[in-house]
Every structure is written in structure tokens, then in C-alpha cells.
């Protein structure tokens, strides 16, 4: 089995998979009168297909043991799917390229407290993976008719393993 230790999230290293939702490096914008500050466009979201529609929900994960065994990974062809923590918590992110054969090895990060991401449509990610405790989510991903759910399960799985910080 290979062994994967996750690396922390940036906006760069996570480019090429999707969005990071978070505030850093990001000039607001105050509405409200000035007694709000507005951190606009964090992600584009994606909905096609017939009757598209962009879904807002609360998921709540259990969290995993680690290190953890990665056997699947899903995508969304039809939509991009965002997850937004409701709690200074972290959690893994694993992403994998495709190829004509499936997808490649994963890619993890570990997300700061208070970071979300947004999976790009037709990426290969893991599951909601919370680390230390039960975390609920704020989701928004696409709703509408077509089948939006691919799995893979790999031929031998990952062993993911979390740095030393990340349960700090």
C-alpha cells in the first residue's frame, strides 16, 4: 500500500483541483452601511444539464480514524460541489487527476480552520472526510435531473496519513 502524508492548503496548490474558500489575501467589500464586510466571487460554481439547479445543504461528517485507507473516490460530472466548514475544524481533501484509465493517485491537504473547497465538475475527490470530531458543512453543489455521481474504487488503497500538526 503507498503512503500519502497530506500537505497543508493553499490557493496554489489547490488551483488546479478547484476553489479555496477562505478570506485570506482577499480585500472585502463593506455593504451594509460599512458594518459588513462582503468576500465576493470565492468560487465558481458549476450546474449544467437538464433542469440544473445549484442546491444549498448541511451536511454533518463523522470523523475518520487515520491514518485512513483510501479505497474511493467520486466526481460530479454534472456540477461543481463546495464544501464550507461551520466550525474552526479541519479537514482532509484528497483529489485525483483522471486518465483514460481512472483516476491517478491522490493529492491530500489538510485544510487551516475555517478554509472550505470547491471540487471543480469531473474531478475525483474523496468523501467528506472531517479529522477530530463531528463537523457539519455547508454545501452547495448541483440538483436537478442526469446522473451526477461517478465512484472508483482503486485496485489497492491509500494510506493517508495526517502531519503532526493537523489535529492541533
Known sequence: MKTIVAEPLTRAAFAEFGDVLDTEGDAPRM???????????LAKVEATGEAARVLVS????????????????????????????????????????????????????????????????????AV??????????????RGGEGNNLEEHYFDEPYLIELPETAND
Open 31 to 41: 455593504i451594509n452601511g460599512g458594518m459588513t464586510e462582503r468576500f465576493h466571487d
Open 58 to 125: 448541511i451536511f454533518r461528517g463523522q470523523p475518520y480514524e487515520f491514518p485512513l485507507q483510501l479505497k474511493m473516490v467520486e466526481r460530479h460530472p454534472l456540477g461543481s460541489q463546495a464544501f464550507m466548514p461551520l466550525s474552526p475544524s479541519p479537514f482532509l481533501v484528497a483529489v485525483c487527476h483522471d486518465s483514460p484509465s481512472g483516476p491517478l493517485a491522490p493529492r491530500v491537504f489538510v485544510t487551516r480552520p475555517g478554509q472550505g473547497v470547491n471540487y471543480r465538475r469531473h474531478l475525483w475527490h
Open 128 to 141: 467528506l472526510t472531517p479529522i477530530s470530531q463531528v463537523q457539519d458543512f455547508l454545501v452547495v453543489d
